[in-house]
Antibody, heavy 119, light 110 residues
Framework: QLQLVESGGGLVKPGGSLRLSCAAS????????MNWIRQAPGKGLEWLSY????????FYAESVKGRFTISRDNAKNSLYLHMNSLRAEDTAVYYC????????????WGPGTLVTVSS | QSVVSQPPSASATPGQRVTISCSGS????????VNWYQQVPGTAPRLLIY???QRPSGVPDRFSGSKSGTSASLAISGLQSDDEADYYC???????????FGGGTKLTVL
């Protein structure tokens, strides 16, 4: 069945870096746009980034532009989020999600991985 | 403040019908599809409605979506206790080249 599983979260100090991974299975990963979305504790959902199937189109939210980099490896069925210059306000559960039509709706979502930025 | 707005809470009793509104502008809802997600606390969001009014397979027909102009609505009929969750609308935002989510509506089944 369709499955996405994030990994790589953890505790990191302010100013530090982290790389999140998202392993996809159950579908042809290379055919689909992919996204990262996050949710701070007790808060709503925030879209972060979008990457097209061949990595030719990439968009970022203003809140992470210049600090986060989305990438993918279609041979490994994997999506990544490289996060630099982390701040306390980046503390959140990070979800990866498939975008079936490339028009900004997400299905399925992974279970998420928690990133905590604290000294 | 979210670019797209929703009421923070809604409530109804089992069996009733409830609607959740989502208000935006011409650059998001007014020119792009609206999608709805359900999130039970402690779990990942789940797609409920896409492209304004389409239900993915597996979503009961008690859930329906509609859109008019720069506003959209999610309706849930025959409310059940396990519908108690947070509901988010979302749409593409042309000015930002990205997706914007509403702030979420916490639905309580009384």
């Amino acid at each position: 069945q369709l499955q996405l599983v994030e990994s790589g979260g953890g505790l990191v100090k302010p100013g530090g870096s982290l790389r999140l991974s998202c392993a996809a299975s159950g579908f042809t990963f290379s055919d689909y746009y992919m996204n990262w979305i996050r949710q701070a504790p007790g808060k709503g959902l925030e879209w972060l980034s979008y990457i097209s199937s061949s990595s030719t189109t990439i968009f970022y939210a203003e809140s992470v532009k210049g600090r986060f980099t989305i990438s993918r490896d279609n041979a490994k069925n994997s999506l990544y989020l490289h996060m630099n210059s982390l701040r306390a306000e980046d503390t959140a559960v990070y979800y990866c999600a498939r975008d079936p039509a490339g028009t900004g709706w997400f299905d399925p979502w992974g279970p998420g991985t928690l990133v905590t930025v604290s000294s | 403040q979210s670019v797209v707005s929703q009421p923070p809470s809604a409530s109804a009793t089992p069996g009733q019908r409830v609607t959740i509104s989502c208000s935006g502008s011409r650059s998001n809802i007014g020119s792009n599809y609206v999608n709805w997600y359900q999130q039970v606390p402690g779990t990942a969001p789940r797609l409920l409605i896409y492209s304004d009014d389409q239900r993915p397979s597996g979503v009961p027909d008690r859930f329906s979506g509609s859109k008019s102009g720069t506003s959209a609505s999610l309706a849930i009929s025959g409310l059940q206790s396990d519908d108690e969750a947070d509901y988010y609308c979302a749409s593409w935002e042309d000015r930002l080249n990205g997706v914007v989510f509403g702030g979420g509506t916490k639905l309580t089944v009384l």
